[in-house]
């Protein structure tokens, strides 16, 4: 027992910041803004769809590692009616339990132990912990507020012999930013030059208030470099189906694959038939969707700033990153544990998504997919904060 256990050496980056919050939550009947998942369930139709493939037999046994052929096509369909690439749905698309392990499957399947990892933090929990497992090392490249644009000179200067590959997030969790098409070309050309392969993670691709989704993949030199994940989660309001995708060459979907195999093998078998109606729904779906969310942006981001937040307005995701300084706060983690007592509001301080933990020290995040009710009750209740 001399050797630090694997939970000692992930512990840090957000590993236990949201078990810890969610119970100060439930302990103290406070409203959770912490943790990123709607309280309202997605389209009837789609849920409707999942309890059918049940109720009838389909996907209640292990369904093909690769995913059920119907998911695969509708994948495949997508990438195409969004962004106008082809992905053969047999050799090309990988159905996962949900992002995550796409993401652990990516990095265990192409980390070697000692290569670098280039992420942008702050960066969600679960990049670190994988580049861990894998054996990697990862390199930060800071996004700084306001605008939390990618420094290409940084990203420039953190390549080395060793690196590996980019874990790019755009829309990006937990600074809303999203990663312009300029900006995606600049790194996809660094890739090029240097050549790396860059894993996207895309799980918020249609929650976007400002700008455009640009498919990393679909740039000059990147289809055979890139290995897009998404899923759908974020985008059809079921997080707890945990259904997953990877879009990448042959060469590299086996190779994620290898590593699915014995993390999962398969899951969640009915609901893949489910998710493929989901991806088959009308573009206006996926507007309103959108419109929805912005709403509930804009009467979290105006009354938070109204309290005296320092508010950073995301053009994606549904979480809003502030700085606590105008509150006369210091301390983003000492401001979260504390917030459930003197408001009844449960927040995340962004320094655990930090390697550079002083960056975010003054930041806290807010997840705004919740009903505007709720959203305004929070705000009635964060009102004694304000200063002055
Ligand atoms: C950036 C990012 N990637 C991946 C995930 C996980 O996605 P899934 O629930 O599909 O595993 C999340 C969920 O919060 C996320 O914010």
Same mark, same amino acid.
């Given at each position: 027992m001399n050797r630090p256990l694997l939970s000692r050496r992930l512990a840090g980056a957000g590993t236990t910041i949201f078990a810890e919050m969610s119970a100060l939550a439930a302990a103290t009947g406070s409203i959770n803004l912490g943790q990123g998942f709607p309280d309202t369930d997605g389209p009837r139709g789609v849920a409707e769809a999942?309890?059918?493939?049940?109720?009838?037999?389909?996907?209640?046994?292990?369904?093909?590692?690769? $995913?059920?052929?119907?998911?695969?096509?509708?994948?495949?369909?997508?990438?195409?009616?969004?962004?106008?690439?082809?992905? =053969?749905? =047999?050799?090309?698309?990988? &159905?996962?339990? $949900?992002?995550?392990?796409?993401?652990a499957a990516a990095l265990l399947a192409l980390v070697e132990p000692g290569d670098e990892v280039i992420a942008f933090e702050p960066y969600y929990d679960s990049y670190a912990a994988c580049i861990s497992m894998a054996g990697g090392t990862r390199v930060p490249v800071t996004l700084r507020p306001p605008a939390f644009r990618p420094d290409l000179d940084e990203l420039r200067k953190?390549?080395? @012999?060793?690196?590996?590959?980019?874990?790019?997030?755009?829309? *990006?969790?937990?600074?809303?930013? &999203?990663?312009?098409?300029?900006?995606?070309?600049?790194?996809a050309r660094l890739a090029v030059t240097r050549d790396l392969l860059v894993i996207t993670d895309?799980?918020?691709? *249609?929650?976007?208030? *400002?700008?455009?989704? /640009?498919?990393?993949?679909?740039l000059p030199g990147m289809r055979e470099r890139t290995v897009s994940i998404s899923s759908a989660?974020?985008?059809?309001?079921?997080?707890?189906?945990?259904?997953?995708? /990877?879009?990448?060459?042959?060469?590299? &979907?086996?190779?994620?694959?290898?590593? @699915?195999?014995?993390l999962t093998y398969v899951s969640g078998g009915p609901f893949q038939y489910a998710v493929a109606e989901a991806l088959s729904l009308p573009d206006s779906y996926f507007i309103d969707l959108a419109e929805d969310l912005k709403s509930k942006r804009d009467i979290l981001s105006a009354g938070l700033a109204d309290i005296g937040f320092e508010v950073y307005p995301p053009d994606g995701t549904y979480?809003?990153?502030?700085d606590i300084r105008p509150l006369g706060e210091k301390d983003g983690i000492d401001f979260c544990r504390d917030l459930p007592r003197r408001a009844?509001?449960?927040?995340?301080?962004?320094?655990?998504?930090?390697? =550079?933990?002083?960056?975010? @020290?003054?930041? &806290?995040?807010?997840?705004?997919?919740?009903r505007p009710e709720v959203l305004t009750e929070a705000l009635a209740r964060l009102a004694g904060l304000r200063t002055g």
């Amino acid at each position: 027992m001399n050797r630090p256990l694997l939970s000692r050496r992930l512990a840090g980056a957000g590993t236990t910041i949201f078990a810890e919050m969610s119970a100060l939550a439930a302990a103290t009947g406070s409203i959770n803004l912490g943790q990123g998942f709607p309280d309202t369930d997605g389209p009837r139709g789609v849920a409707e769809a999942a309890a059918s493939a049940i109720l009838e037999g389909r996907g209640n046994q292990y369904p093909p590692g690769i $995913g059920i052929p119907e998911l695969r096509h509708a994948i495949a369909e997508h990438q195409q009616r969004f962004y106008a690439q082809t992905y =053969d749905p =047999d050799t090309e698309v990988l &159905v996962t339990a $949900g992002a995550t392990e796409a993401i652990a499957a990516a990095l265990l399947a192409l980390v070697e132990p000692g290569d670098e990892v280039i992420a942008f933090e702050p960066y969600y929990d679960s990049y670190a912990a994988c580049i861990s497992m894998a054996g990697g090392t990862r390199v930060p490249v800071t996004l700084r507020p306001p605008a939390f644009r990618p420094d290409l000179d940084e990203l420039r200067k953190a390549i080395t @012999k060793r690196t590996r590959l980019i874990l790019l997030n755009s829309p *990006h969790n937990p600074t809303g930013a &999203v990663f312009t098409r300029d900006e995606m070309t600049a790194i996809a050309r660094l890739a090029v030059t240097r050549d790396l392969l860059v894993i996207t993670d895309e799980v918020y691709e *249609h929650l976007i208030y *400002h700008g455009e989704h /640009v498919l990393m993949a679909s740039l000059p030199g990147m289809r055979e470099r890139t290995v897009s994940i998404s899923s759908a989660g974020k985008a059809f309001s079921f997080t707890g189906w945990k259904i997953g995708w /990877v879009t990448a060459t042959p060469e590299l &979907v086996s190779a994620v694959r290898a590593a @699915k195999q014995f993390l999962t093998y398969v899951s969640g078998g009915p609901f893949q038939y489910a998710v493929a109606e989901a991806l088959s729904l009308p573009d206006s779906y996926f507007i309103d969707l959108a419109e929805d969310l912005k709403s509930k942006r804009d009467i979290l981001s105006a009354g938070l700033a109204d309290i005296g937040f320092e508010v950073y307005p995301p053009d994606g995701t549904y979480f809003i990153t502030t700085d606590i300084r105008p509150l006369g706060e210091k301390d983003g983690i000492d401001f979260c544990r504390d917030l459930p007592r003197r408001a009844r509001v449960v927040a995340i301080p962004s320094a655990v998504f930090y390697d =550079d933990q002083a960056a975010g @020290k003054t930041q &806290v995040r807010f997840a705004f997919c919740k009903r505007p009710e709720v959203l305004t009750e929070a705000l009635a209740r964060l009102a004694g904060l304000r200063t002055g």
